[in-house]
């Protein structure tokens, strides 16, 4: 009856601590305040209050009254009032002034403010619980970004304290709340130490963790008298919640190992009360130190799984075979305690894991079952799991935007006569692409500051899609570069901060540059640029047009205004083009192409004058004849078609390589193959693809013959051979022979995504009741919608919003806008930098 007495004892404790996660009906409401005078008089010192202050109640705001309104019954168990202020409708005051009514929530301690929170990151419960608590603890809960800060707290606290460590991927969620409500009630005995970086997680494990998980570690500090000793962890392998921390706290609290002198069926311990099995280790007195020390093992192994105690056979008379060494009792009313003869500890952990195991599969495939029936809405994450990972752990990194100007309804068209060219980023807060592209956005605001005639701007399409869908911005994120009186140029490259920087400053210069003279012809080919066009480091692209091949120079100008910003190009069509272009050996119209400054200048001729064929042709010519793969300029040369004959190195090639390898891209014809290399270093991902075609990583460097395109096969260049061109080409002629065995040979899977795009609209339409037609009126006949939302046969690789015209049909229905029923927000200078509370 002790264990049985025990058990319920601590049952009624565990309940009594989660009393405050379990919903109360009427047990507390939301308070009301007639006037900011009012709230403000009544506050007293050293309590806190949540507080938003609205003049009036709109429908829009609903959703967020009624989340508030549910989480003042929690936050009053922590003493934290939620107070709803009235404003009159004269009250232009900091609070009540139509910046933050309704759109900011203020926690205050007494009469000073604590934190301004928008109401967008206020969307739940558990965001408002959390973050409400997370700043009130700010000074008991330490946050953390690098392994360095990590290892400092710990040198601190090792002798002294434990520590709490957790992992959350981001704030506001449900296992950020657990982890805030954890340290209001432990904060005081453990240091508690809060992060959102996944490579921090990952520095404090020897295994690979998922960082889509939240995790938490209970770092045995105290026990670490010396400074050099390492401070033991302990994971803790069930989810993230309060009744799982709670119960892994009074684990880690309990003594790892407890000597007993009577009777085991007696026994009672923390362990047996949280469900958890207690091991005995049978002892005597001559092997008391030997058994001391190894139950304190297994104790270590087995901590948060089960108990250990120490038995000492010479105290307790028990009735069982003298041989038996190991005990164990489990928390099941009614079974008899087992007495094993077992090998070694190795032996005691198995016995308590594999159980563990078998109910862990159970309440997996259970969690699998009920799982099974979401995944058709779930399964769209895998998608965006990177970039919302990455977005997620960097979410508390200020970005500095105020070089970036705010654009709205109001200043938009304005604005764009105030500089020769405004860059606008057209993007939505609630998207992390957007959000990690507007990263790089502010690297480039930062490295253009000051550039004369180059205004940066943003504009957030969930703020203002009445003008994203007038600017007929069909996919985020978009950026566009507007001149006065000339049609905006949209940009279509990698989204990284040097790439578009380079967009930005070749957008500069009109393309193609207009030449007047053979000498600033002559120039430009030897690298005489503007001063816009000295920094980027681009191959030069001169065409030679004579009076007669005015056709040939209207697709020229054409295919300059479609590449702007991705390339250097300059036009020559004076009298003596012929002259100029004779130089190279060729005739207009021609292509005259300059490499490595100017000190390579190859002529071309232009046989084909369509736009098309001019753009096709231009882009084919500027790639490189032995080019570095990288993964921006990969998918350029996977569009070419052919076979790549590759050279991965694990650095720099050799010159004697680099320079068999270009003799050979320029005495072949360039139509068969893409002659490349791939430096390892660079670009890691090369290992990955080395793995996929051989079982182990070959030794470097290692050429190889990769057909992508037809058959999948892969060649492996003979290792004993030197890398020279002779060589090659006698092994591409066996290969053309079939005289080769392939290495390898590639799935024949479309690289496609994993899943199809998300169609928001087509979400919609699901909920917009459908309105009867008025009498006589016959319904028009739309074509069937892709998965992008465009017409059959549309491209469906990007989320896309309806076009002008049909944003401006669809307006008038409920839910179709960007922004659904919530109130529109206007764009505020203070709430954009702080977009790591979005």
Known sequence: MSAQKDRWVSSLVFLLFCACSIPRSGSASLQQEPSPQHYFSGLEAGKASLAFFTPSVSPGAQPFLEQIESSAEALQDYGISVVKVNCPKEDVSRYCGKENALRKAFLFRGHRLIREFPTDALFDVNSIVSNVLFALLFNEVKYVETLADLENIENVLKGKSNMVFAYVPATGTAEHRAVMEAAFVYGTIHQFVLTTEAALLKATSLDDPDVSSAWLLFCHCQQATEPGQPCRRTALAQPLTLLNIHRHLKLMGAPLVTEVAEDPEKISTVHLQLGLPLVFILSQKETYEADRRTAEFVAWQLLGKAGVALLSRDLVDLNILHRSNVALKTPDEGMPIQYLVLEDTDEVVTLVENKNKVKQIQEDEQEEEEDEDEKENNNQDIQDDQVVEAVARDKKRELPLEQILVLTEENFHSSLSEAARTVVLFYASWEAVSLAVLRSYCEVAAHLKGTPGVLLSQVNCWDWPGLCSQENVTQFPTMRIYREGQQSVTYGGMWGAEELSSFILLSQVSCPLKLATVDEAEGYLRGEFPSELSSQHHTSLLGVFSTATSKAREAFEEAGNILSGHIRMGMYFED??????????????????????????????????????????????????????????????????????????????????????????????????????????????????????????????????????????????????????????????????????????????????????????????????????????????????????????????????????????EGASPGRGLRGTAPRMAARDKQGKRHSEL
Request: glycine content about 8%; aromatic content about 8%.
């Open 576 to 809: 003596d083009a012929l002259a100029l272009s004779q130089k190279y050996s060729v005739y207009p119209p021609a292509l005259l192409l300059a490499r490595s400054g100017g000190r390579s200048v190859e002529g071309i001729a232009l046989s084909k004058h369509s736009l098309q064929d001019m753009v096709q042709m231009i882009r084919y010519q500027l790639l490189d004849i032995f080019p570095e793969i990288t993964v921006p300029n990969l998918p350029q040369y996977l569009q070419l078609g052919k076979p790549f004959l590759i050279l991965f190195s694990a650095g720099d090639i050799s010159q004697v390589e680099s320079k068999e390898m270009l003799k050979l891209a320029k005495g072949r014809p360039q139509q068969e193959f893409v002659a490349c290399w791939l430096n390892l270093k660079k670009t890691p991902v090369g290992y990955g693809i080395l793995r996929t075609y051989f079982s182990t990583t070959p030794s470097l460097p290692v050429l190889l013959w990769v057909n992508l395109h037809v058959g999948g096969q892969v060649f492996k260049f003979p290792s004993e051979q030197s890398i020279t061109e002779m060589n090659i080409l006698s092994w591409l002629q066996k290969l053309q022979a079939g005289l080769e065995i392939p290495s390898s040979t590639l799935s024949e899977e479309d690289w496609k995504p994993p899943l199809p795009a998300y169609n928001f609209l087509q979400m919609m339409e699901h909920s917009v009741p459908q309105l009867s037609p008025h009498p006589g009126d016959t319904p028009a006949q739309h074509p069937p919608k892709g998965p992008g939302g465009d017409t059959a046969g549309g491209d469906s690789a990007s989320r896309e919003e309806p076009s002008q015209e049909s944003t401006a049909e």
